[in-house]
Structure formats: structure tokens, C-alpha cells
């Protein structure tokens, strides 16, 4: 709370709020509209303009669309731990607008695309190696920026207010942009793209996703922008490193030869319990592994013994989650 309070007193705009709803709407929308555009007729452009039969492009279309729901888990995950929403936002949507490029210049430029097939005609020319590499470069960097950022800006936008009925209002809001971009792109854009060329509605696609570009950078000045706080996934890729950094270490019994502080915080001194007991080598402390004023000096070697704990906690629940999954 204190950083925020300090992003708004040390600048000369107010940070935060209503006013960066319009950009953040704005942008959302030019997100939404430009990835639902070009991918809810992939298949039939796959078809028609790269001479595919239907089971391979509707392969192609299932990767690109799992990729989707895929990657905000990254972009989630890089948001927290490492560059803030913003940061994450902003590289994911120039992303997505050098893929929708690409994809575009496929029907612009003849040599990117195969001959189209005569009416009837069996025999169609496949697309080469360099338009496929082209096509499958456009739908890959595409794919992951309309993921990294179709819900990080909403954690983005919620992260501006403080108060948990503002934040509900925004929510609402967002979903109601959200969903009201998708029917347009599955609408009125896939009909421009089989009534009247696939240049002009991908070319909306690549316009609208600029604007939306364009409103989330023009209203940075407004953003507050939280620091990242770090993952939970973070820390268990880190308990798992520690612990096999240190496989060959004899572990003690002894509390003190255990690591049980973070960030400040003395955590409850306790012994790691013996239920995956090789786990407890990454919170066993090492020379090197502390500074003096007890701050971890190499955070992929050492983990607290809470951290330690919590991913014992997940492996004795995950048997749990797969029989969920079964069921």
C-alpha cells in the first residue's frame, strides 16, 4: 500500500482509479476484437488461401486456440514474479501485432501463399517451406500475445482501485468489454473476411489491435503500477532447484542448520518434517547460502522450511486433484 500511496503523492497526475478505465477498456477491446477477428476463421482461411485439407487445419486452429488459454497462465506467472502487469501487457500485444502483420502479408504478397486451387480441381499446390515458416510464425507470435494479454490487463485494471466494491464495478465492466469485443470479432469481422476480402478484415484485426496498443501507452501516466510480489510457482521451481543443487548433502537434526527466515519474517522455528525428507535439503543452509544480517544471498539455493512445506503440501493433495480430473 505504501508504494501506491507513493506513486500518487510523488507524481503530478492522480495515479489510479476511474481515469484509467477508459485506456484500459479501450485497450481490451482492440485486444479482444483483433485476436477473435483472425482466429475465429482460421480454419476456413487455412482452407481456402493455404490449400489445407479440413482435419489439418483444424488442428492447427485447436493448437492456436489451446495456445490461448495457455499462455496467461505464463503471462501471469511473469507478471507476478518478474515485470508487472503492465510490462507484460505491453510486450504481449506488440506480439500479437507483428503476428497479425505477418498473417496479413500472407494475403497481400503472392509468394507467401500457395496458387489458389481451380474449382473442383484435386490437385492443389501445397504451401513451401517458407510460407509455411511464415504462416506458422504469424499464428505462433499471434496466439501468445492475444494470451499474455487477455487477462493479465484485467489484473492490471483491478490493481488500480482499493476498494473491493470499485474493483467489483470494474470487473463487470471489463467482462461486459470483453465479451462484447468477442461477439463483434466473431461477427462482423468473420463476415468482411468471407464477403469481402481476407486484406481488409485482417487488416482491421491489425488496426484495431495498434489502437488498442495505443490506448493502454497513452494512459501510463495514469496506471499505478504494483511491483512484482513474486509466485508461488516461482517458489516451488525454487525448492526444487535448491534441493537438487544440494542432493549430496548429509542433513541434521539440528534446527539451526535450517533456514526459517524471508523477507523480515522469522517463520516459526521448527524442524522440516520427515514425509519427503529429500525435499528438506533445500531449506538446509550451506556456506554462502545467508548474509550476515540473515537475507538470502542465493535465493536458488536456499528456500525457507515454510516453502519447503507448501510443496510437500501439493504432492500429498495432487493424487487428490487426478482422481478429480478421472471422475
Known sequence: MEGREAQISSSGTKRGGWITFPFIAGAAAGFTLGGVGWLANLIVF????????????????????GSTNLFPSIGAIVADSFLGSFAVVAISASISLLGIILITLTVI?????????????SL????????????????????????????????????????????????????FTFYFASAVGNTAIVYIEDNVSWRAGFGICAITNFIG???????????????PQGSPFTSIVRVIVATIRK?????????????????????TATIPKMSFRLLN????KTEGDVRSDGSIAKPWRICTIQQVEDLKTLIRIFPLWLSEANS
Not at 46 to 65: G, P, R, T
Open 247 to 267: 542432493w549430496k548433502i548429509e542433513l541434521s537434526s539440528n534446527i539451526e542448520d535450517y533456514y526459517y527466515k524471508h523477507d523480515g519474517i522469522t517463520e
Open 281 to 284: 535439503r533445500a531449506a538446509f
Open 109 to 121: 504478397l503472392d509468394p507467401l501463399r500457395p496458387q489458389s486451387c481451380n474449382n473442383g480441381s
Open 124 to 175: 492443389c499446390t501445397p504451401p513451401s517451406n517458407v510460407q509455411y515458416a511464415v504462416l506458422y510464425t504469424g499464428l505462433a507470435m499471434a496466439s501468445f500475445g492475444l494470451g499474455g494479454t487477455r487477462f493479465t490487463i484485467a489484473t492490471m485494471g483491478a490493481n488500480q482501485f482499493d476498494k473491493p466494491k470499485d474493483r467489483e464495478i470494474f470487473f463487470n465492466w471489463y467482462f
Open 213 to 227: 496498443l495505443a490506448f493502454l501507452l497513452l494512459g501510463n501516466r495514469f496506471y499505478l503500477h504494483d511491483k
Open 46 to 65: 487455412l482452407i481456402q488461401e493455404f490449400n489445407m485439407k479440413s482435419i489439418n487445419a483444424a488442428q492447427i486452429y485447436n493448437i492456436a486456440n
